[in-house]
């Protein structure tokens, strides 16, 4: 079985799903699964994005010291997408002074020493030289979801910061691949653009999920006081915190006098379809423009009520068909997926030794 539609390029909107064997060293770093490649190319996907920590090839202590044999589970990875046609996006979830996940502090801060910041590149030239003869079934996705700068800090990572690291990651990468596509992310959790970058071979990658109180609700990852009853759909919240913290996060980001705007959301309270269509409007403009914008992560978590979280998805989907967005759902199989969700009030198909909720699958299959 081989396949080569694969590409990440043009306008096609390559769809699928983040698999999260390796994003997280501290809970789990296990090999990636063929049958995950397979069911995904059988159901009609052709893109994956592998959100990892650096923490499962090397570690801060001795960051230039790699795991041979983790790195091959990463290979076997990107051999498996080039034979099942699906187009591997490999991310760093954690990465050399930064993750968002702020369960671990780094000993350094990628925003502000130099000596991360050397790091991350030293890591992103060995994957850039690992797989400089790969064709362009690969991607590099460089950071997960800039946002404050350590756990713990009130410090927002800036546009600024941001393109400083960025840019001095992309030069390593370019001296060794110039034509590989590189991912980046936008500002506060992926929710901002970065503004155009001259190079034809650089995507944006967006993430989608608001309002936090439909898409993480009782999410106990999350630093919220979950009192509040079930939402349903369209959501109609007393006070839209979800607007104002964007707001202001805008600010924090692009910072005074900036020619940088988003969509003013301030009369807006109801999160419905049209909502969806204003705030994904700065991703359709780009793409527009463009051409290279991919959603990377999006999805609800299993406490939300099934009913509730097929009604978000399928608002979040048909604004990403309208603006020719492709995306990644967060995530194949645990909570926010489609395989061994555990929700409670779903009717889970038995299904190849695992519990597949069918209603999301054909929802996803239509997106």
């Known amino acids: 079985m081989n396949h080569t539609g694969n590409r990440l390029s043009g306008r096609a909107r390559a769809r699928g799903f983040n698999l999260q064997e390796k994003f997280n060293a501290t809970l789990r770093n296990d090999p990636f699964r063929e049958e995950d490649f397979e069911l995904m190319a059988e159901w009609g996907f052709d893109f994956v994005r592998l959100p990892m920590s650096y923490h499962c090839w090397s570690s801060p202590e001795n960051w230039t010291a790699l795991d041979e044999g983790c790195l091959k589970e990463i290979d076997q990875a990107v051999a498996w997408g080039q034979e099942y046609g699906i187009h591997v996006s490999l991310n760093f979830h954690r990465a050399p002074g930064y993750s968002v996940n702020r369960s671990v502090e780094e000993p350094f801060c990628l925003w502000t020493d130099d000596e991360a910041l050397e790091a991350f590149c030293y890591h992103w030239r060995h994957f850039a030289e690992r797989y400089q003869d790969v064709g362009d079934g690969v991607s590099f996705d460089l950071l997960n979801e800039p946002a404050f700068h350590a756990p713990g800090s009130s410090r927002f990572v800036s546009l600024a910061e941001w393109r400083r690291v960025y840019e001095q990651a992309l030069a390593v990468i370019r001296e060794v691949s110039p034509e590989r596509v590189v991912l980046v992310e936008g500002g506060a959790w992926g929710s901002l653009p970065v503004g155009r970058i001259d190079d034809p071979f650089v995507w944006q990658s967006a993430h989608l999920y608001s309002p936090l109180a439909v898409t993480h609700w009782r999410a106990p990852f999350i630093e919220i006081d979950w009192t509040s009853e079930a939402p349903d759909w369209p959501w109609n919240p007393d006070t839209d915190e979800d607007w104002e913290a964007r707001a202001k996060f805008a600010d924090l ?115």
């Open 253 to 367: 980001f692009y910072g005074s006098g900036t020619e940088f705007s988003i969509p003013d959301e301030s009369n807006a309270s109801v999160w419905d379809a049209a909502r969806f269509r204003r705030r994904m409007r700065v991703w359709a403009d780009e793409q527009r423009v463009s051409g290279r914008v991919h959603v990377g992560e999006f999805g609800v978590f299993n406490e939300t009520p099934h009913g509730v979280s097929l009604e978000w998805l399928s608002g979040a989907l048909d604004s990403f068909r309208e603006a020719e967005l492709g995306w990644a759902l967060w995530e194949l199989r645990g909570p926010f997926g489609v395989l061994d969700s555990e929700r409670k009030d779903v009717a889970y198909e038995d299904f190849k030794g695992m519990r597949l909720d069918r209603r999301m699958l054909e929802l996803l299959k239509n997106g």
